[in-house]
């Protein structure tokens, strides 16, 4: 279960990986390269724990597989290959081809005149068959195929999502452009009516400063004629 977790992890982070390296920036934050030997060591600390038989052997090295084939599309990828073998002796051993089984000597065995003549390799019931690793080669591949459509389900989801999230961001611009639009128009309108208000009071003002002193006369000349009046 932890390797199956270790491995599951770390295919999604190098399927993120791939996807920023397909961009056209191409650049991979140091997080990502961070968080991507973090999980290395953790596949190959799963890897020393599981043992296992000749099959679960088979599983863990097209696991490796599939991890170093990623891995070697780039320099970078390259260059953590290297330092994950060098850092974990199990790794180096999964890269490099399985030993062929070493065959048993053949015994043979001298029979009597008494005795019927029998084959001196009987066939043994137990021994594992060629269909036999033919069908845990082929449960390995389809575990791996599962776990390359779980993740690339995930990432399909979490695309939808940024998506999504993008389109939202999009319209809320377009809602925030049109209010600027709106309220430029409204200042524009504003500017336009104190320019109007402001010409009326200079005129105001010029009518003020050029008749104030007949104004003020004929003030005084009302005020003379109302005193005649009262002291005639």
């Not at 069908?135 to 779980?150: M, W, Y």
């Not at 999502?161 to 939202?168: K, P, V």
Request: charged share 30%; with cysteine; aromatic share 4%.
């Amino acid at each position: 279960m932890a390797l199956s977790h270790a491995y599951t992890t770390l295919l999604s982070t190098l399927h993120e990986r791939s996807s920023l390296l397909q961009a056209p920036s191409a650049t991979i934050p140091p997080s990502l390269h961070r968080t991507l030997k973090r999980q290395i060591d953790s596949f190959a600390k799963a890897v020393e724990r599981s043992g296992g038989g000749q099959d679960e052997q088979k599983d863990v090295r097209m696991k490796w597989e599939r991890i170093q084939e990623a891995l070697e599309r780039d320099e970078d990828g390259r260059k953590v290959l290297v330092q994950a073998r060098d850092s974990h002796p199990i790794l180096t051993a999964l890269s490099e081809p399985p030993a062929p089984p070493t065959p048993a000597p053949k015994q043979s065995k001298q029979h009597s005149d008494d005795e019927p003549y029998q084959d001196d390799s009987p066939s043994d019931p137990l021994a594992p068959k060629p269909s036999q690793d033919n069908t845990a080669l082929l449960q390995a591949q389809r575990r791996i195929f599962d776990d390359q459509d779980t993740q690339l389900d995930a990432l399909s989801l979490s695309i939808g999502r940024q998506h999504e999230l993008g389109m939202r961001m999009n319209e809320e611009l377009e809602l925030q452009g049109e209010l600027l639009e709106d309220l430029d128009g409204d200042v524009e309108r504003t500017g336009l009516r104190l320019g109007r208000a402001g010409g009326q009071l200079q005129k105001v003002s010029r009518g003020v400063r050029e008749h104030g002193s007949l104004c003020a006369l004929f003030g005084l000349i009302v005020i003379l004629m109302a005193l005649i009046i009262l002291f005639k």
